[in-house]
């Protein structure tokens, strides 16, 4: 019976496979006393809104969005979804604060046309720093993400569009995380064809087309042009409805923490939960990497080493509720802080702008990140860092009323790294399980991608290959 450890989505999607593709029963160990993960929803019902602690969105567009989709609709999810389309405001407009003003980030063709602050040029110029750069080949075939944007769109694309978009993905520095992290195919046409330009323009078209939608969610999301999405009741919803599907097929143990993972040569395994040594045919594991790390280092120190290499970073989450619907002069997404602006949060998020919250102006300050040590010591209280995300809301929305509800959630090591070198630090561990033969499989957000959808497609990349070596 294979023991998945951590019931985060990543956990919960891998036991969801496993089981669709009749590998039962499946057991699924978590250490907390609920499902989810970071995933966490707090619905105040009788006010109108919800504060996400977690994520809040999912995006629709690619196969990672495409399989989420068909997931939702095989948990009979259809009617609780809650699209965003591309035409309203959340969609189309996202602002950076730069410079000292909000300034929203071109959203039309036209748009691209015209200088923008905090832009000192329309950005179509960028195109032409693009045909106009030279080529650069990497050694290592990889980069960070602002020196390759730096090179191929010029300094201020690289520190008031990519570097406050990477803050907004995994609160990480655009100076570390590998370009392969979001620009995977930008940086192979530049490789291959001296420039993003010319890769788009001499790249295999074939290859490139795009495969029919399958299932009626996603075909029903690229009709209606969804662009994000939640659930009805907030995202928490999928890893409950997720959970309550499982205990048909499964076995969910919550407070089972795993201490240690041990592989036999009959190529069998041991899971010590809460001090009991459990056997097992394989081990999916979910778990952040340093976790799986600290729980296999005993017998396989290497291997223990090479997950520890993985990074992760520490956010604050402040969600803030105030009892009047309009305060926002400006309906966007939210906006983001490039981090050359200096201050001490990473961006703003407009909830009630995204869904509907009736009465309420609801607000989400992201703050830390790769920075968060340094903005707010080791140990910053919940208070602390509450009068910071006040402040700047004061500062920079002009919101002088005091919220009737808030949160202040301080989230250690909750967002992997993928710093450059991440892809051959991912392919190295998995060499080693292949090599030594161990009945074990990774997926969670540490190697595969951060968004839900990477995570839940990588259980089901993950688990296909365990189905189909059996
Ligand atoms: C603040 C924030 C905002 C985000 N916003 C978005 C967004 O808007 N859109 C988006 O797509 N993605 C977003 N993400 C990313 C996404 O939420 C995560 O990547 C995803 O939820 C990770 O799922 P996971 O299962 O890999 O890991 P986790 O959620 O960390 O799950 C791992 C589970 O393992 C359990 N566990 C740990 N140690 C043990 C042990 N020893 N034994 C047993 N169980 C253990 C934990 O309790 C946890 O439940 C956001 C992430 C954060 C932190």
């Not at 970071?38 to 995006?59: K, L, M, Q, V």
Request: proline residues 5%; charged residues 25%.
């Amino acid at each position: 019976m294979p023991a998945v450890l951590g019931g985060g989505i990543g956990g919960l999607s891998a036991a969801y496979y496993l089981t669709r593709r009749y590998v039962n029963p499946v057991t699924v160990y978590e250490s907390s006393n609920r499902l989810g993960g970071w995933i966490r929803s707090e619905n105040h019902y009788d006010e109108n809104f919800i504060f996400e602690a977690g994520p809040r969105t999912i995006r629709t567009k690619g196969p990672a969005a495409s399989n989420t989709l068909e997931l939702m609709e095989e948990l009979n999810l259809n009617r609780e979804i809650y699209p965003i389309c591309d035409s309203h405001p959340a969609a189309r407009n996202r602002m950076v604060y730069a410079k000292g003003q909000l300034c929203m980030l071109p959203n039309s063709l036209m748009g691209a046309f015209k200088t923008l602050p905090p832009f000192t040029k329309p950005l179509i110029s960028a195109l032409f720093h693009d045909l106009r750069a030279g080529s650069k080949i990497q050694k290592n075939n990889d980069e960070s993400m602002y020196d390759f944007v730096h090179r191929r769109f010029g300094k201020e694309i690289a520190d008031y569009a990519i570097s406050p978009m990477i803050c907004g993905i995994c609160a990480g520095n655009a100076k570390e995380i590998s370009v392969r992290f979001l620009m995977n195919d930008l940086f192979d046409w530049e490789q291959k064809y001296g420039g993003v330009i010319k890769g788009l323009l001499f790249r295999d078209k074939k290859k490139a087309n795009k495969k029919q939608e399958s299932g009626v969610l996603p075909k029903l999301a690229k009709d209606q042009n969804w662009s994000i999405y939640s659930i009805k009741g907030g995202l928490e919803m999928l890893p409950i409805t997720l959970g309550g599907y499982l205990t048909n097929y499964s076995e969910i143990k919550l407070n089972s923490k795993c201490q240690n993972v041990s592989f036999h040569k009959d190529n069998t395994a041991e899971v010590r939960i809460n001090g009991t040594n459990i056997p097992t045919d394989h081990v999916v594991s979910s778990l952040p990497a340093f976790k799986l790390a600290k729980a296999v280092e005993l017998q396989h120190p290497d291997l223990a080493d090479r997950l520890n290499k993985i990074q992760y970073v520490d956010v604050a989450v402040v969600n803030l509720q105030y009892r009047s619907p309009d305060l926002l002069e400006q309906e966007a997404f939210g906006f983001l802080v490039p981090p050359i602006e200096n201050l001490p949060i990473l961006g703003v998020i407009f909830d009630s702008c995204c869904f509907n919250m009736r009465g309420n102006t609801v607000l989400t300050c992201m703050m830390g990140g790769h920075w968060f040590e340094k903005l707010f010591g080791k140990n910053p209280t919940e208070k602390d860092i509450l009068d910071v995300a006040l402040k700047n809301v004061r500062d920079i929305l002009g919101i002088e009323m005091q919220p009737k509800t808030s949160r202040v959630h301080i989230l250690r090591k909750c967002i992997p790294q993928y710093t450059v070198g991440h892809k051959a630090r991912v392919d190295g561990i998995r060499d080693y399980v292949k090599k030594h033969k161990l009945p074990l499989t990774l997926c969670g957000s540490a190697f595969d991608g951060v968004g839900v959808n990477d995570v839940i497609l990588s259980s089901r990349i993950q688990v296909d290959q365990i189905v189909g070596s059996k």
